[in-house]
């Protein structure tokens, strides 16, 4: 069975400065996908980033990049130029391809400091 | 912000009382799911369906029903209602992109609380 696992519970990271949020996954799966999720407070879920396990180039939007390893099973997010709308709980999620089902991270609580 | 919505958004009942929460999107999307999400932790999927007229239990055993008449909406029920049922429900509709991935679009999530 595919596991996904953040061990950051918590991270905080001042205005304008870069975070790494980390995720790492298990899976013996070949084809699958890969997701940075953002949950604001009291705010709807909103998809960050993805990227496709086949893609070896990094997937970025905007200020938010990934580091994805494969062979390492590791798929981190970078927030540049932090601001303090970036404050939620992220959620790295798994989908194998096809099944149209995601497994989710236990989640990041990020903190932006003023 | 996606288009998808769920009712009540806050509900707060007592022991064995039945209730309805109602999930609906204006997406055309065929992908529809349920989490079950405590404060603060993860995503645990406990129904989803791929159509009208399917339905399947997620990974997460839960004592809810859900159907899929209609492809805009997916209400859960809970028959009888109990304590252990308090918790934050978010339901999600996804289409496949031309990648082959599924993005999935949340809604705002019903928080419920059985006293």
């Known amino acids: 069975a595919q596991t996904v696992t953040q061990s950051q519970p918590e991270m905080s990271v001042q205005e304008a400065e870069t975070v790494t949020l980390s995720c790492t996954y298990d899976?013996?799966?070949?084809?699958?996908?890969l997701f940075w999720y953002k949950q604001p407070p009291s705010r709807q879920m909103i998809l960050v980033i993805r990227?496709?396990?086949?893609?070896?180039q990094n997937a970025t939007e905007n200020r938010f990049s990934v580091n994805f390893q494969k062979a390492a099973k590791s798929f981190s997010l970078k927030i540049s130029d932090s601001q303090l709308g970036d404050a939620a709980m992220y959620f790295c999620a798994y989908e194998t391809s096809g099944t149209y089902k995601y497994i989710f991270g236990t989640g990041t609580r990020l903190k932006v400091l003023a | 912000e996606a288009d998808i919505y769920q009712t009540p958004r806050y509900l707060v009942i007592g022991t064995g009382k039945k209730i309805t929460l109602e999930c609906s999107q204006t997406m055309g999307h065929d992908k529809m799911y349920w989490y079950q999400q405590d404060p603060g932790m993860e995503l645990h999927l406990i129904h989803y369906?791929?159509?009208?007229?399917?339905?399947e239990k997620g990974d997460l055993s839960s004592e809810s029903t859900v159907s899929r008449i209609r492809t805009e909406h997916f209400p859960l029920t809970l028959e009888s209602a109990r304590p252990s049922h308090t918790s934050q429900y978010l339901c999600?509709?996804?289409?496949?992109?031309?990648?082959?991935?599924?993005?999935?679009?949340f809604g705002p999530g019903t928080r419920l609380t059985v006293l």
């Open positions: 990227q496709e396990a086949y893609k070896q």
């Open positions: 899976t013996s799966e070949s084809d699958y996908y």
């Open positions: 999600a509709s996804s289409e496949l992109r031309a990648s082959g991935d599924n993005e999935q679009f």
């Open positions: 369906s791929y159509g009208v007229n399917s339905t």
